[in-house]
């Protein structure tokens, strides 16, 4: 079994806060698979290792989603049509 310790939660939110898709980057990545699969796994690999197989599992769902291409970026939150 995986060795938990203070140290890998913090390089797992290290590693996720690394490949988060920042603000300001949202418009030229959301259609981005594979930069929203990374970002996704990431946080569910920082939920596996709080114990919250939910967030976890519901994170790894949305990586697949991006790709084999099952989910799509929303409409800009700040656009109105």
């Given at each position: 079994m995986?060795?938990r310790t203070?140290?890998?939660?913090?390089?797992?939110?290290?590693?996720l806060?690394a490949v988060?898709?920042?603000?300001q980057?949202?418009?030229?990545?959301k259609?981005?698979?594979?930069?929203r699969?990374?970002e996704?796994a990431?946080a569910?690999l920082?939920?596996l290792?709080?114990?919250?197989?939910?967030?976890?599992?519901?994170?790894?769902?949305?990586?697949?989603?991006?790709?084999d291409?099952?989910?799509?970026?929303?409409?800009?939150?700040t656009?109105h049509h």
């Open positions: 995986l060795q203070p140290r890998t939660e913090e390089l797992a939110t290290a590693l806060d988060r898709i920042a603000p980057d949202w418009h030229r990545l259609g981005n698979r594979r930069a699969a990374l996704q990431a569910a920082v939920y290792l709080k114990e919250n197989d939910a967030e976890a599992l519901a994170h790894l769902q949305q990586a697949v989603g991006w790709l291409h099952s989910i799509s970026a929303p409409p800009c939150p656009h």
